[in-house]
């Protein structure tokens, strides 16, 4: 049996068996990949502390032809202690994990994702506590968007495909920005009226990775309406609702 080597985040973890786990993982060169860790559910074992969620490994593994690898070692590079300590940012970290959960959902029907996505998550994670967690999921949430089989068109108008630089407006019926002529007229009670330049951040979030973008530093404002067009976006078109996020909302965190 071939034995190869990656690194590897913990995504979701559940019991198999009494000594058991299976786990899903987010690797670098393999994208999401459910793997089974034996004896992983005993305390003192070399897997336990591994397979916990939110911890990132070394991993040593072979990969089955079922979908399902076997893991033969685990040397953990962190845990993310940072996060751990501090509720808020423990709670993006686990939107992060349900929001990858539900993408692995969609990519067993499609193609396995590319390294760029780990660094982007990687990048997430490192930089929660360092900048606006908030900004920093959001724009996590639109990079991905294209893997969950969505995506906001930042160029054209959602209605009559006319380019787009910038726009007040934002059609959730229409799924995107609509220019001028088509705004005036229209009765459309999902449309948001954006701040000025709101469009065009979201534009720059859409096009620029998590790792290869500076320090950006927004108001509130406008960190909570791109935060709501991505959420109301991602509900309308691809059902997701993540939980983590729900809870920050109604605590008020
Ligand atoms: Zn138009």
């Known amino acids: 049996m071939e034995f190869v080597s990656d690194d ?11 000594n058991h786990r299976l786990v899903l993982l987010l690797t670098k060169q393999w994208g999401l990949l459910r793997a089974l860790a034996y004896g992983a559910q005993k305390q003192h074992g070399p897997l336990y502390g591994a397979t916990q969620t ?15 690898s076997d ?8 845990s993310f202690p940072l996060i751990r300590q501090d509720p808020l940012l423990l709670l993006y970290a686990t939107a992060v994990n349900e929001l990858l959960w539900r993408l692995g959902q969609v990519e067993q029907q499609q193609q396995s994702l590319p390294p760029s996505v780990f660094f982007e998550v990687l990048a997430c994670l490192n ?9 920093l999921f959001t724009h996590l949430e639109l990079r991905l968007l294209p893997f969950i089989g969505v995506m906001i068109d930042t160029t054209h108008c959602a209605e009559c495909g006319a380019p787009l630089r910038d726009t007040t407006r934002f059609s959730l019926a229409k799924g995107g920005g609509l220019c001028e002529t088509c705004q005036s007229g229209r009765d459309d009670s999902h449309a948001i009226l954006l701040l000025p330049s709101t469009w065009r951040l979201l534009g720059k979030l859409v096009a620029t990775p998590l790792h290869k973008l500076g320090h950006v530093k927004v108001s509130e404002r406008y960190e909570r309406q791109l935060a709501l067009i991505i959420r109301l976006y991602l509900a309308e ?3 997701v609702t993540l939980r983590s996020l729900q809870v920050i909302e109604s605590e008020n965190l």
């Open 8 to 18: 590897a985040l913990v995504i979701r973890t559940q019991p198999y068996g009494e």
């Open 54 to 68: 939110l911890v990132l490994s070394k991993v040593l593994m072979s990969l089955n032809s079922n979908g399902l």
């Open 71 to 78: 893991i033969k070692q685990m040397e953990i590079q962190t």
């Open 127 to 135: 930089k929660l506590g360092q900048v606006s967690p908030g900004l």
């Open 237 to 239: 078109y691809a059902g």
